[in-house]
């Protein structure tokens, strides 16, 4: 099992016991660092949106994996069932915030750096879907995930990028591969994301020089509570999703585990070559 560190909110102190805050050296770093034959220091991960559905299985992978998770969400409780779960001999430490917040990318990455002294995989999956045709939009609800979807990935990153640096770390942004055709109805979200691709594919070039690598994962129809976060009755969730999988070549719709399973790889060390990729997980959706 992997385990359960004592949760963390904004609002109190962590009890855990904090260890050194020395950073280890990573692949980029230089000077006297470990000895070669030394134990490989465990990866830090930081996932928002981690209470549910992708992001979720990735900090559960993470885990397996021997990594220290930070699983970020909104609310306490689901972060709670994330981290209890877990298997593996990895960590995972619930960090309830909104990372909307004007301080909580700064404290975010802080908290992570005074914890466990190094940052080396930054997982941007939280996301909020906004439906409505043009016509029903407003400010506010547009402001709303904008800010989650957008904003926020961007700030985040730029907090994480100079301690991602001297770990030759990674930044994995979660897209859709759905906003790569278009959308009716979920035309503002599929922007948000599409804008991410496009930092995507920008932060890998200018952030190669730097030791750091960014990619993407765009998943398609995935079996996750988003529908009914969305507040979608029964019968109206029961269509959408007979639609995503008539668009699905693979006949059916994936499973959040199936999408961790490429963030972890295209995250690993062993993909030290790989950069400015956005990978489609979505039963052949984009191309079907």
Known sequence: MAHSATPHTTHTTPTMKTPSTRQEPGPNATGTGRHPTDTPPRRVVIVTGAGT??????????????????????????LAETAADAEGDGEIVPYTADITADDAPSNLVRHAIETYGRLDVLVNNAAIVGTGALGSFTKEAMAAQLATNLVAPVLLTQEAVPH??????VVVNISTSIGQRGWPGNAVYAATKTGLE??????????????VRVVAVAPGAIETPIAL????????????????????????IGRPEEVAWAITHLAAPS???VTGVILPVDGGAVVG
């Open 164 to 169: 991602l640096e001297r770990t030759g770390g």
């Open 53 to 78: 559905g992708i992001g979720r299985a990735a900090a559960r992978a993470f885990a397996a994996e021997g990594a220290r998770v930070l699983a970020v969400g909104r609310r306490a409780e689901p």
């Open 198 to 211: 496009l930092l995507t594919r920008s932060w890998a070039v200018e952030l190669a020089p730097r030791g």
């Open 271 to 273: 993909a030290s070559f």
């Open 229 to 252: 976060h969305q507040g979608l009755p029964e019968e109206q969730r029961a269509a959408l999703r007979a639609w995503q999988i008539a668009h699905t070549p693979m006949g059916r």
